[in-house]
């Protein structure tokens, strides 16, 4: 080859160049750089990281932790409240019947009296006796109508639970600890005695 008429230079792995060209088949050099396709290579390994899994296990654990106490509590103030409500329904009703049985015994007094003048007096004749009988009468209907009753044990074994026995006395053809006169009638308020009956008792 004739000096002058081309530039020959030699390249590695025998690529020649022309006037300063690189020829294309020309191999990369060994260090270069590998294209980027958006995948990791094959030797890299992501790194297994279960914190994020581990926390959000705890937070849900919490979560119905939580919520269990708040279901509790609820389920104990309803109850506490039902309670209550039961409570006072009973404090209020046992308040009424101490009322009812207050007011019921101070008019009992009455009752007794005006039984004592309808005893002595002359229904017949008309005029005062006619007008106590009927305050009389009314007066009782309104003591049945609030549960209030009264009982005459004349001829019943004592009971000191009903009776209260004022004397005693011998009776012929009496057995022993018969009642046998009422002195003043009992009463019952709701089936409870009100008043014991106060009688005589055979002895």
């Excluded at 104990?76 to 009322?99: C, H, P, S, V």
């Amino acid at each position: 080859m004739i000096a002058g008429d081309a530039h020959e230079e030699r390249l590695p792995d025998g690529a020649v160049a022309e006037d300063g060209a690189v020829a294309e088949d020309a191999a990369p050099p060994d260090d270069a750089a590998p294209p980027d396709d958006g995948a990791p290579p094959d030797d890299v390994v992501p790194p297994d990281d279960p914190a994020p899994l581990d926390d959000a296990g705890e937070e849900l654990a919490e979560v119905e932790r939580e919520r269990g106490e708040y279901l509790a509590l609820a389920q104990r103030t309803q109850a506490d409240f039902e309670n209550y409500r039961k409570r006072t329904a009973r404090e209020l009703a046992a308040a009424g019947a101490r009322a009812k049985a207050a007011l019921t015994r101070e008019l009992l007094p009455v009752v007794d009296n005006l039984e004592r003048a309808l005893d002595s007096a002359d229904i017949g004749d008309g005029g005062l006796a006619e007008g106590v009988l009927l305050v009389h009468s009314e007066l009782i209907g309104a003591l049945e109508r609030s549960g209030v009753e009264s009982f005459e044990p004349a001829g019943e074994p004592f009971d000191p639970t009903f009776h209260e026995a004022l004397s005693t006395r011998p009776e012929d053809g009496a057995t022993s600890g018969l009642v046998l006169e009422v002195v003043e009638k009992g009463y019952r308020l709701d089936g409870a005695v009100l008043r014991p009956a106060r009688v005589v008792v055979s002895a």
